[in-house]
Nanobody
Framework: QVQLVESGGGLVQAGGSLRLSCAAS????????VGWFRRAPGKEREFVVT????????YSADAVKDRFTISRDNAKNTVYLQMNSLKPEDTAVYYC???????????????????WGQGTQVTVSS
């Protein structure tokens, strides 16, 4: 059974930092690209950032570019999202998701991810 478990969310003041983790089990982790998505209150889910199966390539949404960094440790089956210079508009539930390295659909497309975590709340106060 595939499981993705996010952790590291919480309450932080604007300008602060958080690091989210996504721990995977039940799959050959190194064969999967991983993405982070978020859903803010009253808004639709949106793409945040993605990393390829090898970790060699990442792609970020404009809203988080230069503030958020994704990385992975395949030996630990874990992906990390380092979030710096947080803003109140970053408040959302953050989800990690995994998709096969062979998927050709754009990595920004939520529907291209086969497995999802339960989400972790990030709240940024002003």
């Amino acid at each position: 059974q595939v499981q993705l478990v996010e952790s590291g969310g919480g309450l932080v003041q604007a300008g602060g930092s958080l690091r989210l983790s996504c721990a995977a089990s039940g799959l050959t982790f190194s064969s999967y690209a991983v993405g982070w998505f978020r859903r803010a209150p009253g808004k639709e889910r949106e793409f945040v950032v993605t990393i390829t199966w090898s970790g060699s390539t990442t792609y970020s949404a404009d809203a988080v570019k230069d503030r958020f960094t994704i990385s992975r440790d395949n030996a630990k089956n874990t992906v990390y999202l380092q979030m710096n210079s947080l803003k109140p508009e970053d408040t959302a539930v953050y989800y990690c998701a995994a998709r096969s390295r062979y998927t050709t659909v754009a990595a920004t497309t939520a529907g291209s991810y086969a497995y999802w975590g339960q989400g972790t709340q990030v709240t940024v106060s002003s």
